[in-house]
């Protein structure tokens, strides 16, 4: 069953403390993205990266960090340094299909500041 | 700073309508656009994909892009109270997706 898995599900942090997201995918797919959504909002990027061992910084990258170890895994840390965390985040990726290059998202992880 | 623009909405239609969603975008070079569905409280389905001028079908959603004015929408045939939803408009700028704050959809039973 293909497709991208992101856990946990919910997630809450305390002040101070260091969160890590799992995103993890069986599509081989070359290039990941963790995008944060605000409540009525849009999309943000925050990290992206296109191949293993590289990433680049999306539009809003301060307070958090990512690692790119393996094609399958893109995890993101939300550091203490994130002032306003509290969001919905998502993960991607991005594969060339029969149409074209096509970005497919995971279910998401709500995080939550206790 | 590329752009994308929606109209957020609520774009209200009765059941059976055509519901038709617009998007601008500021790219002149994005070649890939997309459409997502996102129901509350979920993450983003992709709906179509359009990547040359003109319409696009697949079932009761047609993509149409005019990349000389920058425009893509989606129109959704015979709405269906289920189509209630956010639909963001998603442009490829250097392989990255720049996406609107999306348009709110609501068909009316």
């Known amino acids: 069953d293909g497709g991208i898995t992101q856990s946990p599900k919910y997630l809450f942090r305390k002040e101070g403390q260091n969160v890590t997201l799992s995103c993890e995918q069986n599509?081989?797919?070359?290039?990941m993205y963790w995008y944060r959504q605000d409540p009525g909002q849009g999309l943000r990027l925050i990290y992206y990266?296109?191949?293993?061992?590289?990433?680049q910084k999306g539009d809003i990258a301060e307070g958090y960090s990512v690692s790119r170890e393996k094609k399958e895994s893109f995890p993101l840390t939300v550091t203490s340094a994130q002032k306003n965390p509290t969001a919905f985040y998502l993960c991607?990726?991005?594969?060339?299909?029969?149409?074209?290059?096509?970005?497919?998202f995971g279910p998401g992880t709500r995080l939550l500041v206790l | 700073q590329k752009e994308v623009e929606q109209n957020s909405g609520p774009l209200s239609v009765p059941e059976g309508a055509i519901a038709s969603l617009n998007c601008t975008y500021s790219?002149?070079?994005?070649?890939?656009f997309f459409w997502y569905r996102q129901y509350s409280g979920k993450s983003p389905e992709l709906i179509m994909s359009?990547?040359?001028?003109g319409d696009k079908e697949d079932g009761r959603f047609t993509a149409q892009l005019n990349k000389a004015s920058q425009y893509v929408s989606l129109l959704i045939r015979d709405s269906q109270p289920s189509d209630s939803a956010t639909y963001l408009c998603?442009?490829?700028?250097?392989?990255?997706?720049?996406f609107g704050s999306g348009t709110r959809l609501l068909v009316r039973p």
């Open positions: 599509l081989n797919h070359d290039a």
């Open positions: 790219d002149r070079v994005s070649q890939s």
């Open positions: 998603a442009v490829d700028s250097s392989y990255k997706l720049i």
């Open positions: 990266s296109q191949i293993v061992n590289d990433f």
């Open positions: 359009i990547y040359s001028n």
């Open positions: 991607a990726s991005r594969g060339l299909t029969s149409g074209g290059e096509t970005q497919y």
